[in-house]
């Protein structure tokens, strides 16, 4: 039997993606947003997806909106430029649930060298971190020995890092592996993510304003079943404001508590600056925070309101699962996504 030539199988893989793009078009008609948005971060996850989509050059074209690129410079180039528009910076090495120990100790290297480059260049910039990258899935306690080597590093270069918040399965040993940081190995330039979509998480958010703690409050990107979270937009939007008010309390803020506000949505913006206005808040005393690619004009805008804005710079080869949750997040993605696609 003859083998299919090459010019064959791309146009079979041409055919399968434009399966999958009009398929993805017809769910988000048929049964709106919600659907959608649980398809796609099924898709983030599956093997077969990211080999079919990540092999099209065009996919790379449309990703780069998002991803600063595949290697450190880039992150470094994008990170300087953004600097100099008086925008702060969070770096994300991307990479998530490895495989092996051998992955996991590429990226704790990578890493280490990313904080000597922030500190060499003197870019306004810190760092953001998946457990699961380092390694959680595989032995929560190489994660945790690989986080207190990269808290360690940071601590020394004058910098802080970020853990960031995956799938709800992983949330306890997160903050046990932030806890253990900060109050057995003494780091406090360690902070933590919590989702506002979780059920969870106004009990988590008093326990660590009690503790003082660096929050980044997000509402999650991940596919979770309605037994753990909110499973309507607007409850997780009515969560997200309540807790950005425990957040800019008078008794978060005596304990120290630094809140970083993780979103592209102009209303939630606008509640938590009408708060901090009437409540005499100042603005060193909190973060706006938005992912690279999304909203310049808005990131731009804040700035010169007055405000700190940090943006999410992710960088690396291991985009593809980042990617595809952006494009769940915002329809707008998907059909810039799809656009391009068909053009190429």
């Not at 979270?229 to 607007?234: E, L």
Request: charged share 25%.
């Amino acid at each position: 039997m003859d083998k299919p030539t090459p010019q064959a199988n791309t146009r079979s893989s041409l055919v399968v993606t434009a399966v999958i793009l009009f398929a993805l078009t017809f769910l988000l008609i048929k049964n709106g947003e919600q659907w959608l948005r649980q398809i796609l971060i099924y898709l983030s996850q599956a093997g077969w997806a990211r080999q079919l989509i990540s092999n099209r050059s065009i996919s790379w074209k449309v990703a780069s909106r998002f991803v600063a690129g595949t290697d450190r410079a880039a992150a470094i180039s994008t990170t300087k430029a953004l600097n100099d528009k008086g925008i702060l910076v969070t770096l994300d090495y991307l990479g998530e649930s490895c495989t092996s120990q051998d992955e996991a100790l590429q990226a704790r290297g990578e890493i280490l060298r990313l904080l000597e480059d922030i500190d060499q260049y003197q870019l306004k910039a810190n760092v953001s971190v998946k457990p699961t990258q380092l390694g959680l899935k595989l032995d929560p306690n190489l994660a945790r020995d690989i986080l207190t080597d990269l808290v360690e590093k940071a601590q020394t270069v004058g910098n802080f890092i970020r853990i960031d918040m995956e799938d709800h399965p992983t949330t306890d040993t997160t903050l046990g592996i932030y806890r253990h940081l900060r109050n057995n190995v003494g780091l406090d330039n360690v902070g933590v993510v919590i989702q506002s979509y979780l059920y969870r998480s106004e009990d988590d958010i008093n326990q660590l304003i009690n503790e003082g703690a660096r929050v980044r409050l997000c509402k999650g990107a991940y596919a979770e079943p309605a037994e753990v979270a909110f499973p309507r937009k607007v409850d997780v939007d009515a969560n997200y404001l309540n807790l950005s008010r425990l957040l800019l309390a008078p008794a978060a803020r005596s304990k120290g508590v630094y809140p970083a506000f993780a979103t592209h949505d102009p209303a939630m913006i606008d509640d938590i600056k009408k708060y901090i206005k009437s409540n005499n808040i100042s603005p060193d005393l909190f973060e706006f925070q938005m992912l690279y690619g999304i909203r310049r004009d808005l990131q731009e805008a804040l700035v010169k309101e007055g405000f700190r804005v940090r943006v999410y710079v992710p960088y690396g080869t291991a985009w593809y699962p980042y990617f595809v949750r952006r494009l769940a997040e915002r329809p707008a993605n998907l059909w810039f996504f799809i656009s391009n696609f068909l053009r190429a």
